[in-house]
């Protein structure tokens, strides 16, 4: 009875959707949104390693998301991060807090009921040496189990603090096809194509990363990761057949969802 | 990138399709007077109501008899009045009961 009782039970929460908007890829985006009403909490950690010299990055975003209508959801984001790299001066690190971001996004379609799903997004981020605007465009598919995801994204970003002033264009180009070993499990491929336009003469430097990427979700919650290691540079390679001038050997990016 | 992007062409069919006069047959005897513009309302509440908080399910994913049910158990968290909610059961029921009754392949 007990192991009937248990297979019951295993069989129903199997079967049971995850009950927030989760996500199943950390750098590209589907198009959903919450719905009018629902809020949820996340956090957002992403680890980036290796440049020319010794280089660690970690970006910190607390994402707080509160959907609006059936079409439109809104965000806002704490940002901060750490950065550990050597100079000529030696090792140094410096933790900041970068400053705040709004996001915006709205269901255009969506990936089961219609031909493809999509989304339009902008976010506006500020802080104390930069302003950065940034725009994508989300295409979403689910065919049985299997998911894909399309995102063309600018970024245009002004920073005003010495010694980096000015202005700088940034193109990406983010896929991901995931399978539904479960409802609620999902594991997959995340690519990432990264290139930075610099004003003047500076030469363009782009990359591209490939990684596999895992999401599982439950009742109220989700959690997403991607190990994305840089596999060429597209542009301006510095060392081989990478850049790591601009960019760095691999990106680690963990999103959790909370509904609250 | 080539591959993924052939693959989603490739899959560009909604899966979800739209209600039909066979379907209206289907729940005949279960709702007298249901009309194909009463289903396709209630796919139009599911897709816009429950997408909010997963994935869109298949309706043949369940039999027809479970779906009031499950539906009930997120009616709430997706804000359906009881004649919205009524509205997706009748569309879930009346597609699930058309898979249903197809022929295996």
Not at chain 1, 58 to 64: C, G, L, V, W
Not at chain 2, 18 to 35: F, I
């Amino acid at each position: 009875m007990k192991r009937v009782l248990l297979a019951g039970l295993a069989v129903a929460v199997a079967a049971s959707p995850a009950a927030a908007s989760e996500r199943h890829f950390t750098y590209t985006y589907e198009s959903a949104v919450l719905s009018p009403g629902v809020r949820e909490l996340e956090p957002w950690s992403t680890f980036r390693l290796g440049k020319s010299d010794f280089y660690s990055r970690f970006d910190s975003r607390i994402e707080a998301e509160l959907g609006l209508t059936d079409r439109l959801q809104t965000s806002f984001y704490l940002n901060a991060s750490t950065v550990t790299a050597d100079s000529a001066g030696g090792r140094s690190s410096s933790t900041e807090l970068e400053g705040i971001s709004s996001e915006w996004k709205l269901k255009l379609s969506d990936p089961v009921a219609d031909r493809a799903g999509s989304a339009l997004y902008a976010e506006l981020s500020a802080g104390p040496s930069e302003v950065e605007l940034e725009g994508k465009l989300i295409l979403d598919k689910r065919a049985g189990r299997l998911l894909g995801a399309l995102n063309l994204v600018a970024e245009h970003e002004w920073a005003f603090d010495e010694p980096e002033t000015g202005q700088e264009t940034a193109l990406e180009v983010d896929a991901a096809a995931s399978w539904f070993l479960t409802p609620g499990l999902t594991a997959g491929l995340e690519l990432r194509s990264h290139t930075v336009l610099p004003p003047g003469d500076e030469p363009t430097r782009s990359a591209l990363f490939l990684g596999p990427t895992v999401a599982y979700a439950r009742q109220g919650w989700w959690v997403a990761a991607s190990v994305l290691p840089q596999v060429r540079a597209l542009a301006g390679a510095s060392e081989g057949h990478l850049d790591l001038q601009e960019h760095e050997r691999v990106e680690v990016r963990v999103l959790f969802g909370l509904e609250f | 990138m080539v591959v993924l992007a052939a693959a989603l062409a490739a899959a560009c069919t909604a899966a979800l399709r739209h209600a039909s006069p066979a379907d209206v047959a289907l729940v005949a005897t279960q709702w007298p007077g249901t009309t194909v513009a009463d289903l396709e309302r209630g796919r139009r509440l599911y897709v816009r109501r429950c997408s909010g908080c997963h994935t869109l399910i298949l309706p043949a994913a369940h039999p027809p008899d479970d779906w009031p049910a499950l539906v009930d158990t997120m009616a709430e968290k997706a804000r359906l009045r009881p004649g919205e909610r009524a509205d997706v059961v009748r569309f879930l029921v009346a597609v699930a009961s058309d898979e249903a009754h197809r022929p295996q392949q």
